[in-house]
């Protein structure tokens, strides 16, 4: 009687076995949703695969290895391994023991398979992606760790499929859709014969949903082109909405490499190019000294806090002097007064200086007491913090505060001379791309901003999110940015972008040069500089806000200033007249500059292993 209580109660085989003998289960995996583009060109779409699941306990000891092993394509030690790996899911459960099998394949399996009791099959779809880049963007899925399991355990189960990044991660939920069950009636050779109690037990499979994306694919195709042969990021956002128009990070990577039998083998050779870092978001992860384009908000810092106005004025002498030191100045007006339209437009360093070292002696007996009014400005902004927006990536970059300082070097040890590389955009600060096309937003709307954000509609209708829709405002006062946005524009009549101004658009920008370290033999050296520039456009009635970062490309003016004056150009007019600028950029890089730097760490690397080395 114990016996018989623990074969037909405690004991799960004998259930199993019985119940797989007559019923098939068959778990049916949802249709994920589309995505698309903003103007509705298709993105991703599905493709049909095949996938053979496995009860582990199921399988007895007549099972035939090597004739199954022959049947599917794989050899002894594979079997052994996908077997095992079933097993640490679950003995009792279905999980998938070899994926990604084509139709073709699928057919010839499928009639034998009855065979080799323990074993089914089951129908999913693939991700087809109808862009050769973009993968920061759409992101790409990957199989369920069991982390995913345990924390949705009532959906995931092993072998499922999920987004690893990109919006297929950001809108998982919106995109995947609820599973359904179809059970069958199977003879003793185990072939289905009929649907199960007439399909009464059965639940439908709902699609996910479709999304469509802010995204421009003719400006992102186009964003892309313009970065031939180059490291960056460039960041295009309507400022009337925060849609983000356009987000490419290069190196450019292709979705489609994520896709398929090859996935892991792809996968695991983008991890291990350390000197490119392909799988890194340069938009929204990689975080740089924003530079001059900062030189903005001390401006604007200085004028909210009264320490500055329209009518002040500073004497240029090559450059803001210190002791012995010196912020060396390349604008060229020298000795004489320069005011804060044509500071902004030649970026003046010692003009910017003496704004930031009013701002921190405000309070002469409390200097922590200005570095946190500033950094309370600055963060309003946006910066210093997560923009908590629907990308699956993010970066709150460094801002630093009055207590920071306090800490650094104590308290009565540091003043405004001590952080003044603050003003120009360079010392502890550092911020994403992202970040700096928001605060172009900001500065085009006179002091407001909507949260940058990537989905535009699901299911073909329009999202509302108030996280999205209602306007974060700055704590400067409207007043003060026309001031600005006057030297932003003359950015481009006598100022470091005269040489890339385009004829039909009103624009405002503003250049960055920022300054790039290396630590080499234990000796800190200097790279070539990152090229930054920022802008909105028109001035009078902004469509677009931009802010572009190339990697070790010298002067904001040379690489990152024409591209994004051409971006907007693009958007704006659908059509670009300075063909010639237009070629100089589509086809010409840094790939020799790559390469040196590259040289320079590899050698890094290898002195420093070896010196271990030799110690040990």
């Not at 996938?51 to 022959?70: A, G, S, T």
């Not at 995947?176 to 069950?181: A, F, L």
């Not at 600060?429 to 954000?453: D, E, K, S, W």
């Not at 003016?557 to 059509?575: D, Q, V």
Request: charged share 25%.
């Amino acid at each position: 009687m114990v016996r018989l209580f623990y074969i037909q109660i405690y004991t799960e085989k004998y259930i199993l076995n019985a119940f797989n003998t007559s019923i098939k289960q068959e778990i049916i995996i949802p249709e994920r949703g589309s995505i698309f583009d903003r103007n509705e060109n298709l993105l991703v779409f599905n493709k049909s695969i095949y996938e053979l699941i496995v009860i582990p306990i199921l399988i007895d000891e007549h099972f035939n290895i090597m004739e199954f092993c022959n049947l599917v394509g794989i050899d002894k030690n594979t079997f052994f391994k996908n077997l095992e790996k079933a097993k640490i899911y679950s003995k009792y459960l279905p999980s998938v023991f070899l994926p990604f099998i084509s139709k073709e394949k699928f057919a010839t399996i499928q009639e034998k398979l009855y065979k080799y009791k323990g074993f089914d099959w089951t129908k999913r779809s693939l991700r087809d992606y109808q862009v050769e880049s973009s993968s920061n963007v759409l992101g790409y899925i990957g199989e369920v760790t069991q982390k995913d399991i345990r924390k949705e355990s009532n959906y995931y189960q092993i072998g499922d499929f999920i987004g690893w990044t990109g919006v297929e991660k950001s809108y998982e939920k919106v995109l995947r859709g609820k599973k359904g069950v179809k059970y069958w009636l199977r003879n003793r050779k185990g072939c289905i014969i009929e649907s199960y109690n007439n399909s009464k037990n059965n639940v439908k499979a709902v699609s996910g949903n479709d999304i469509s994306l802010t995204i421009d694919l003719n400006l992102q195709n186009y964003a892309e082109k313009l970065m031939y042969q180059k490291k960056g990021g460039i960041v295009a956002i309507n400022p009337k909405n925060g849609e983000i128009l356009s987000l490419v990070s290069s190196p450019i990577n292709n979705p489609n490499l994520f896709v398929g039998v090859n996935r892991s083998k792809e996968f695991q050779k983008l991890i291990k190019n350390k000197i490119d870092n392909p799988l890194f978001d340069r938009t929204t992860q990689a975080r740089y000294p924003p530079a001059s384009s900062f030189k903005l908000l001390t401006e604007l810092a200085g004028l909210q806090m009264g320490v500055v106005d329209s009518n002040t004025t500073f004497i240029c002498y090559k450059g803001f002097k210190y002791g012995k030191k010196k912020i060396h100045c390349h604008s060229g007006f020298h000795g004489f007064p320069i005011g804060l339209e044509t500071a902004v437009a030649v970026s003046c360093n010692n003009y910017f200086a003496q704004v930031y070292k009013r701002v921190i002696e405000k309070y002469p007996k409390n200097l922590t007491k200005g570095v946190n009014e500033w950094s309370d400005i600055i963060k309003s902004f946006g910066f210093g913090d997560y923009l908590y927006n629907d990308l699956a990536t993010g970066e709150k970059g460094v801002i630093p505060s009055g207590d920071y300082y306090n800490k650094k070097y104590g308290t009565t040890k540091w003043n405004a001379i001590t952080i003044i590389s603050n003003s120009i955009g360079q010392g502890e600060i550092n911020v994403t791309p992202i970040q700096l096309a928001n605060m172009t937003c900001a500065i085009a709307n006179r002091g407001f901003f909507y949260t940058p954000h990537i989905v535009k509609r699901i299911n073909h209708r329009p999202v509302y999110n108030p996280n999205y829709t209602i306007p974060k405002h700055t704590k400067v006062k409207s007043k003060y940015f026309d001031l600005i946005i006057n030297g932003m524009e003359k950015v481009f009549v006598i100022g470091t972008g005269k040489s890339f101004k385009s004829s039909d658009i009103r624009m405002a920008g503003k250049t960055g040069t920022s300054q790039n370290f290396i630590k080499v033999n234990h000796k800190i050296v200097s790279l070539p500089d990152h090229s930054i520039f920022i802008l909105f456009a028109p001035v009078k009635n902004p469509e677009i806000a931009i802010s572009v970062i190339i990697e070790n490309g010298g002067f904001g003016s040379h690489w990152a200033g024409p591209i994004a004056s051409l971006l907007a150009e693009k958007y704006i007019k659908n059509n670009v007249n300075r063909k010639n600028l237009e070629k100089r950029i589509m086809t010409s890089g840094l790939q020799k500059v790559y390469s040196s730097i590259a040289k320079m760490k590899k050698f890094n690397n290898f002195y420093t292993k070896n010196s271990i080395d030799k110690k040990k």
